[in-house]
C-alpha cells in the first residue's frame, strides 16, 4: 500500500460546480496536510495547509482533515475555469519530508 | 515580492555530461529542498538543506547526485554523468525558519531536463 493515494482522475465538471478532491494515507503518524495547485507546465503553488484534524476555509476553497479515517479532502465551491489545473495533496510528520500524492487533473468548463 | 527562482528553466544535456541546476530561495528564507516529478508520477522528495547543512538526503540516489546550499549564493542540485532515467522535472522549494516551518514550503518553478 502507497503512504498516500490519489485518484488522478481526470475530473470534469461544469463551471459554477463545487469540486471534491480525496486523498487517503497509511500513516497515522502524519500532522501536516497540505493542497498544492499546479498548472500544465508550472511549479505547484500552496493552496492549503492544515495542522492535525479538522476544517480550514479560504474563500471558495476549504480542506478537510480526518485523522480518524486517514483522509484528508479539499473542497472547491462555484468552480471556475481558472480552477483547471492538477491539485496535489501532500502530508508529512513533524521534520520529516512531505510525501506527496499523484495528483487529480481538475477540468472546469465554461 | 520575488518566490522561488530557478534557472535555467530548460536545460538539454547529452548522456555522460554534468547538469547543474539553480535555485535561489524567497529572500529570507533558509531552507531549502529539491524534488524530481516524472511523467505520471507525483513529486518525490530528494533532499533538505539548510544554508551550509544537508538535513534529510533519504531521497537522493546514492550515486551521481549532490546538492549544496551554501552561506552565500543559490543552492545548487548537481547531476553528473547523465543518463536518460534523469530526464525529469526538478523542483526547488524554501521555506522560512521557525517552528513547522519544514511544512509550508514555496515552490519554484522548476528546471526541466532532458538528456538525448
Known amino acids: 500500500q502507497k503512504e498516500v493515494e490519489q485518484d488522478p482522475g481526470p475530473l470534469s465538471v461544469p463551471e459554477g460546480a463545487i469540486v471534491s478532491l480525496n486523498c487517503t494515507y497509511s500513516n497515522s503518524a502524519f500532522q501536516y496536510f497540505m493542497w498544492y495547485r499546479q498548472y500544465s507546465r508550472k511549479g505547484p503553488e500552496l493552496l492549503m495547509y492544515t495542522y492535525s484534524s479538522g476544517n480550514k476555509e479560504d474563500g471558495r476553497f476549504t480542506a478537510q482533515v480526518d485523522k480518524s479515517s486517514k483522509y484528508i479532502s479539499l473542497f472547491i465551491r462555484d468552480s471556475q475555469p481558472s480552477d483547471s489545473a492538477t491539485y496535489l495533496c501532500?502530508?508529512?510528520?513533524?521534520?520529516?519530508?512531505?510525501?506527496f500524492g499523484k495528483g487529480t487533473t481538475l477540468s472546469v468548463s465554461s | 515580492n520575488a518566490g522561488v527562482m530557478q534557472n535555467p528553466r530548460h536545460l538539454v544535456r547529452r548522456r555522460g555530461q554534468e547538469a547543474r541546476l539553480r535555485c535561489s530561495p524567497v529572500?529570507?528564507?533558509?531552507?531549502a529542498y529539491w524534488y524530481r516529478q516524472l511523467p505520471e508520477e507525483g513529486l518525490k522528495f530528494m533532499v533538505y538543506?539548510?544554508?551550509?547543512?544537508?538535513?534529510?538526503e533519504s531521497g537522493m540516489p546514492k550515486e551521481r547526485f549532490s546538492a549544496e546550499f551554501p552561506k552565500e549564493g543559490p543552492s545548487i542540485l548537481r547531476i553528473q554523468q547523465v543518463v536518460r532515467g534523469d530526464s525529469a522535472a526538478y523542483f526547488c522549494a524554501s521555506s522560512p525558519t521557525g517552528q513547522g516551518a519544514q511544512e509550508t514550503q514555496y515552490f519554484g518553478p522548476g528546471t526541466r531536463l532532458l538528456v538525448l
Open positions: 501532500a502530508m508529512s510528520q513533524a521534520g520529516t519530508a512531505l510525501i
Open positions: 538543506l539548510q544554508k551550509e547543512n544537508i538535513i534529510d
Open positions: 529572500k529570507g528564507h533558509s531552507h
